[in-house]
């Protein structure tokens, strides 16, 4: 029978007639009513049936009671359902009907946050492949403040008639009220358990898709367990994200009156609950199921020093832990028997799916073309928002930085203002270009779902950069055949300038150096290229949502890698400079002589060239520029298919029509290769046989187009598959052209480039010059001597090794390019080579000043943005190259030119040419240095370094703790106290004042330092004395117009003072602006006289004006025109 106004069993509260109105209203729309007092909220199921007046705390017991007294006939007399006024929260779900928990049955949503009908079951889903045969929530009381479950006190007869399978449930010890959402979530937990980490879980299996959550949310509003939209398929990072969503949500505005660990409670909700989980080893996840901040750290800490320990020493650590984890939980002892003690420890810590280890948070990852990936990079980009982790945004909402303006200042003080980086690649052009794609991105979509909502969107979108990076490397720091490992990393701009913040850089791809990379990486572009729609995210900073547009800004690789990746041509005809097609005319390409003197008789009056928009007046020569109008051509391949026309496969590409009679260099996009590779397969389709292509015609075609063997194979193949059969449509473009990323993304990264790169191959030309005159070991004695004192010094910003160059580094080549000059130079000056090889040294001389002068433009903060002079010092270091090589191995032999190379070509020199358009779009080439990306190879490193396996799931367990132990130490930079770091070393302390005027007077290479004397201006000091009691004595120097010069930096007469001064190490770091070195200029027979060449740590050289400047090109040096002798010194190598 239709149901009546009752009066609530658990309060006793009888509804007003205005009230039952109101619960009559829920009950139709939710099938329960709800009791009306403020301080009980019961919900009741109410059975219809006829003469039938029974009240349930549960769906599921009405359900029960229908099945019991009413399935075949309503006359049947009804008793009261068994457990009807039980509390659900500790029921055992393996016990209930698969049927009975029918979330569609329930009449209820639980997809949008804050489920009507009081508190969800906060259930827990985050363990693999059904490992839990039962999900308890033994909460007892409330699972959190703002979803409480009320006690029931009525204490009527249960029927004792009741089914076996009513009998099977457990006792309670305290009756509770569950309300419909709850059993619903105990459905889709059981769902997710069965699916086996959520794997086979569909979007609609939680009630709502993620994007109608984010549309129906209320901002205010919090999301319960199974509404929480995000990590749909990774119940783990679900629960762990839930938790400290909940706590972030509802954390204290009084927070500065907290103290110790407490004022941090609300960064570490999944944390807490991790800890009660493995130590109870249950699967509750309620508000008391969580240990106290205290306690987790004590638990976090055992489980950080368990994971640096191995075997017995594990098993110790453990076991000197146990009585502590006993005293954290009220279920008595772990036992007495030493080995059951240890094994539960470390079950609790390191070991087994419920330990803490197992369930911190990493993405979904997958295994593609023996690679392990990051499934979503959407899912990562929620991880590292959620986590704290501070991102400096392109452009963000008002409100949004205002939010993080307040959570700052409450944290740090009422005048604190947040950290924010003003000198990074966020200033760039192309930032700006990308910034303009993104928001009209967000604006397209907006508009396509609800017209006239873009506007509004754009301004409400937090706009975000990303850079990638990929390499291989070796794991065990030895090369071994197919022993090598590669990876890709993505990182972001850290606001506090903090460029090795591992928080910042992730690896996301990780597979083997040997395997093809291509799968890997058109799975993390594409990903890449998703992140771009409009998407909501949790911010763990201000504890606020927040939608996010994220782009790609910039891709850096190696020259080999970014050919691989991009699928053009390496080396060859046409593949010697990156980013074009090109072929190299190595007679007119460089500046010819007469332009040369030209632009070097006039470095005295202005030491910066001129090349910018300029040509040979005597048209003799290209001046290095391939874009010009009347840039040089090279002869067509052998096979090229000229007048072959065929008018049914459309135009050509531009600069490649069957018509032309020599090769136009032309620089490459991603739409001109597709057109052309098209272009390709259209004729190799044609069935004429006399405008046919054959195999060999779309070869030469694609490779003067700068395309790699691999796509002249597909377009080959996939026509022969045409012609077989015509249904036949094999994919021969490659997936990474049309992704819709611009080709110059992909962009030319200093380190490979200049150090690993033009200063190697330097180095290499130097020593095999001085070989040629048996000097090589000369050489190298007297280039050690001077690198063995400067590696003495220990100085962070210029590491030094001894020559050869066998365990070099980068940072090694980038310190040797700061001094090259100075030493290299010294070597070829001092009068080490024979007269008949005194020009060729002096053309090596004015190469290796042209090359510091280059490098020191490109890295330096103040000239690094002027393209215009980048590009003169470019030209310059080139045509120094050129006509160095030509005066030691002769003007007729091509392969021994350095910037062409040998056999296997050096195309990094004429890839230098890219730079000043990079420069222009990207800013500076050291916004970009990718030694921060070389560094996180040791972060993952130690993962791999025991042997490698050949499963394909090595790489994914690697990279799925590579991203725990991430997170682990993310949670112990909050919770343990900063350690403090040694910090970099950026000046050397000599022992005594005697110490150091004895290494002056001998010319050895010392380290100074720049301080503020304040009205006094800046003066050069160096440290000498102990730790407590250093003192420092200043250095004079002086600049007449006489002063000779080391390879074309200027030598200073210096002379240390006699007072010295007392110096704090505190005072010396507040004081200082610059650091420095100073390099003796010994001559071979010559006595010393106390000149030195001073170089800067922001590259910059003492100058000849006797103040610190930019280093620029000798006219001293440069006045000596080494092409007048055209005598060879060897005519072969």
């Known amino acids: 029978m239709p149901i009546t106004k009752f009066r609530c069993k658990r309060c006793d509260h009888l509804f007003t007639d205005a009230e039952w109105s109101a619960a009559l209203a829920d009950y139709h729309r939710m099938g329960f009513v709800r009791c009306r007092n403020p301080g009980c909220s019961a919900l009741w199921w109410c059975c219809e049936h006829a003469e039938c007046n029974v009240q349930c705390t549960r769906r599921n017991d009405l359900r029960r009671h229908i099945a019991k007294y009413h399935s075949s006939c309503e006359s049947v007399d009804c008793q009261p359902a068994q457990n009807d006024h039980r509390g659900g929260a500790d029921t055992d779900l393996e016990m209930l009907d698969a049927g009975d928990l029918c979330g569609a049955d329930t009449g209820v949503d639980f997809g949008g946050a804050g489920s009507a009908g009081g508190s969800d079951l906060d259930a827990f889903a985050g363990y693999d492949d059904g490992e839990w045969d039962v999900c308890v929530d033994d909460t007892g009381g409330d699972l959190h403040e703002l979803e409480?479950?009320?006690?029931?006190?009525?204490?009527?007869?249960?029927?004792?008639d009741d089914d076996e399978t009513l009998d099977e449930l457990p006792e309670d010890d305290e009756d509770e009220i569950v309300d419909e959402a709850a059993v619903a979530q105990e459905v889709a937990l059981l769902q997710l358990l069965e699916d086996g980490d959520g794997q086979g879980l569909e979007a609609g299996d939680l009630g709502q898709s993620q994007d109608e959550t984010q549309q129906e949310d209320a901002p205010d509003e919090l999301h319960s367990l199974f509404a929480f939209p995000f990590f749909h398929d990774h119940p783990k990072n679900r629960l762990w994200f839930w938790q400290n969503y909940i706590v972030l949500s509802r954390r204290s505005k009084l927070v500065n009156n907290l103290q110790g660990l407490h004022r941090l409670e609300h960064r570490f909700g999944g944390l807490k609950g991790v800890c009660w989980r493995a130590l109870h080893n249950e699967k509750l996840c309620g508000e008391q199921n969580t240990l106290s901040i205290a306690d987790s750290a004590r638990l976090f800490k055992m489980m950080t020093v368990a994971l640096k320990c191995s075997g017995e020493l594990q098993e110790d650590v453990a076991d000197l832990v146990c009585a502590e984890m006993e005293s954290m939980t009220d279920r008595g002892s772990f036992g007495d028997d030493y080995e059951a003690r240890t094994k539960r420890a470390l079950e609790v810590l390191v070991k087994k799916k419920m330990s803490m280890l197992s369930n911190f948070p990493s993405p979904r990852l997958i295994i593609k073309d023996n690679h392990a990936l990051v499934e979503s990079l959407d899912e990562l980009m929620n991880m590292i928002t959620m986590s704290e982790i501070p991102v400096q945004y392109m452009e963000a909402p008002t409100e949004y930085e205002e939010a993080v303006l307040d959570e700052y200042r409450r944290e740090h003080g009422l005048n604190a203002t947040p950290p924010k980086q003003t000198d990074c690649n966020l200033s760039s052009v192309a930032a700006s270009d990308l910034l303009k794609e993104l928001k009209e991105s967000v604006r397209s979509e907006a508009e396509l779902n609800s017209p006239g909502s873009g506007e509004e969107a754009v301004r409400n979108t937090a706009y975000w950069s990303i850079n990638a990076w990929s390499d291989g490397f070796e794991r065990a720091g030895l090369k071994k055949k197919k022993k090598g490992c590669w990876m890709i990393t993505i990182d972001f701009i850290n606001p506090d300038g903090n460029s090795t913040s591992n928080q910042h850089t992730h690896v996301v791809a990780l597979g083997r150096s040997s395997a093809s990379h291509t799968t890997a990486l058109n799975h993390i572009l594409s990903q890449i290229v998703n992140l771009r729609k409009r998407t909501r995210r949790f911010c763990g900073i201000t504890g606020k949502w927040i939608y996010?547009?994220?782009?790609?800004?910039?891709?850096?690789?190696?020259?080999?890698?970014?050919?691989?990746?991009?699928?053009?041509?390496?080396l060859g005809t046409f593949g010697m400079r990156s980013h074009w097609a090109a072929?190299?005319?190595?007679?007119?390409?460089?500046?010819?002589?007469?332009?040369f003197d030209d632009i070097a008789n006039n470095f005295q009056n202005n030491p910066t060239p001129t090349f910018a928009n300029t040509v040979c007046p005597r048209a003799c020569c290209d001046r290095w520029d391939m874009g010009s109008a009347t840039a040089s051509t090279t002869e067509l391949p052998k096979h090229y298919p000229k007048n072959r026309p065929n008018p049914d496969t459309g135009d050509a590409p531009k600069f490649r029509t069957v018509f032309m009679e020599e090769v136009k260099p032309y620089r490459q996009h991603f739409d001109w290769l597709v057109e052309g590779v098209t272009f390709a397969y259209k004729n190799a389709c044609s069935t004429n046989r006399s405008t046919m292509w054959f195999k060999q015609n779309v070869r030469d075609f694609l490779r003067s187009m700068g395309v790699n063997k691999e796509v002249q194979d597909n377009v080959c193949r996939a026509a022969a598959a045409f012609k077989a059969n015509p249904n036949n449509s094999l994919q021969f473009i490659p997936q990474l052209w049309l992704l819709g990323i611009p080709m110059h993304r992909f962009i030319n990264s200093p380190m490979h480039l200049l150090f690993h790169g033009i200063v190697k191959d330097i180095m290499d030309f130097c020593l095999a010059f001085a070989k040629k005159f048996e000097k090589g070991e000369q050489f190298k004695t007297f280039v050690n001597e001077h690198l063995t004192e400067l590696e003495s010094l220990g100085l962070d910003w210029c590491k030094l090794l001894e020559v050869p160059r066998t365990y070099w580094q980068a940072e090694n080549f980038l310190g040797l390019?700061?001094?090259?000059?100075?030493?290299?130079?010294?070597?070829?000056?001092?009068?080490?080579?024979?007269?008949?090889?005194?020009?060729?040294?002096?053309?090596?001389?004015?190469?290796?000043?042209?090359?510091?002068?280059?490098?020191?433009?490109?890295?330096?903060?103040?000239?690094?943005?002027?393209?215009?002079?980048?590009?003169?010092y470019i030209k310059v270091f080139l045509s120094c190259c050129h006509r160095a090589s030509i005066k030691v191995y002769g003007p007729s032999n091509r392969k021994?030119?350095?910037w062409i190379g040998d056999g296997n070509g050096k195309s990094n020199f004429v890839s230098l040419l890219n730079l000043p358009d990079q420069i222009r779009h990207y800013g500076p080439v050291r916004w970009y240095y990718e030694g921060k990306n070389e560094r996180h190879i040791q972060v993952i490193k130690p993962h791999l370094i025991r042997n490698m396996r050949s499963t394909e799931t090595y790489f994914r367990s690697k990279l799925d703790l590579y991203f725990k132990t991430k997170h682990i130490e993310l949670l112990k930079s909050r919770l343990e106290p900063k350690r403090i770091k040694r910090s970099e070393?950026?000046?050397?302390?000599?022992?005594?004042?005697?110490?150091?005027?004895?290494?002056?007077?001998?010319?050895t290479p010392l380290s100074a330092s720049v301080i503020e004397f304040g009205a006094l201006g800046t003066r050069i000091v160096i440290a000498f004395g102990g730790v407590n009691s250093m003192r420092f004595v200043t250095v004079s120097?002086?600049?007449?117009?006489?002063?000779p010069e080391i390879c074309g930096m200027p030598c200073a007469a210096c002379r240390l003072c006699q007072s010295s001064f007392a110096v704090s190490r505190e005072e010396m770091k507040r004081w200082s602006v610059h650091q420095c070195l100073l390099l003796p200029r010994k001559l071979k027979g010559v006595a010393f006289d106390q000149k030195y060449a001073i170089v800067y740590s922001d590259w910059d050289v003492l100058s000849r004006s006797n103040s610190k400047g930019e280093a620029l090109l000798s006219h001293m040096l440069f006045s000596t025109d080494v092409m007048q002798d055209q005598f060879e010194i060897m005519n072969e190598m």
């Open 985 to 1003: 070393k950026d000046y050397c302390r000599y022992k005594s004042l005697v110490d150091l005027r004895q290494k002056f007077a001998e010319g």
């Open 583 to 595: 072929g190299m005319n190595e007679l007119r390409l460089p500046v010819c002589n007469d332009c």
């Open 148 to 160: 409480s479950l009320p006690g029931d006190d009525d204490d009527d007869e249960q029927d004792d």
């Open 1037 to 1043: 120097h002086d600049m007449p117009e006489s002063s």
């Open 817 to 872: 390019a700061r001094v090259i000059p100075a030493i290299f130079g010294l070597f070829f000056e001092g009068g080490y080579i024979p007269e008949r090889g005194a020009i060729a040294s002096k053309s090596i001389q004015q190469m290796l000043n042209s090359l510091h002068v280059m490098i020191s433009a490109l890295m330096s903060p103040r000239l690094s943005k002027d393209a215009d002079k980048i590009d003169s």
């Open 548 to 570: 996010t547009s994220i782009g790609l800004l910039s891709y850096s690789t190696d020259r080999v890698e970014r050919s691989a990746l991009l699928m053009t041509g390496h």
């Open 896 to 898: 021994k030119l350095i």
